[in-house]
């Protein structure tokens, strides 16, 4: 594609991940990518059915190979699934780009998932219920999220303001080319 780096978004179930990559690749005019729906379109398959199938190994293995496929291009917004932080060949691939962490507390996110839960798409992970799940999901993925990340957003920021933020955190990364003469704007 443009050869310039891959911003991935990365963060956990409800942090607005798809939501931020949307806009940030609308304004940065670059394509949009999320890695569950890489996954759907490679295997046929909704992120409940493979675990259904194989369990969250199953699932986390498809979700390794989508993002090699992404990977292979440049200059894309790519949505990561909030599990992708947790094999180390995907944080490898992951470091060959610009990695926005999108960090909310454990509230905010569980507000988030009990007022559009998409159980179909977000099978539960411990079993628990949904405030004790993503407080141990974030207890155990939260040094990998940092370790990831070149910058953290706040996530529960107004949606204008985070991308606005994020814009600023990929051009201090030197994630921005200038637009071509006349232009007048980095793009």
Same mark, same amino acid.
């Given at each position: 594609m443009s050869g310039e780096r891959n911003i991935y978004l990365i963060g $956990? %179930? $409800?942090?607005?991940k798809t939501t931020l990559g949307r806009k940030l690749a609308a304004r940065l005019a %670059?394509?949009?990518v999320d890695t569950d729906r890489r @996954?759907?379109? %490679?295997?046929? %398959?909704t992120v409940a059915e493979l675990v259904d199938a194989g369990g969250w190994e199953a699932f986390r293995e498809a979700e390794t190979v989508a993002l090699a496929h992404?990977?292979?291009f440049s200059g894309q917004v790519v949505s990561c699934g909030g599990g992708i932080v947790l094999r180390q060949e995907n944080r490898d691939m992951l470091a060959t780009g610009i990695v926005l962490y999108l960090k909310a507390s454990a509230e905010?996110?569980?507000e988030r998932l009990l007022r559009d839960p998409l159980a179909a798409q977000r099978p539960t992970l411990t079993g628990?219920?949904? @405030?004790?799940? @993503?407080?141990?999901v974030l207890a155990e993925r939260g040094a990998?999220?940092?370790a990831c990340a070149n910058a953290v957003l706040p996530a529960e920021a107004p949606l204008p303001e985070l991308v606005e933020l994020a814009l600023a955190e990929v051009e201090r990364l030197g994630g921005l080319r200038r637009a071509v003469a006349g232009r007048g704007r980095i793009s």
């Open positions: $956990a %179930r $409800a942090s607005g %670059r394509p949009f @996954v759907l379109l %490679r295997t046929g %398959r992404v990977s292979v905010v996110l569980a628990g219920g949904v @405030v004790d799940e @993503v407080s141990q990998l999220y940092l």
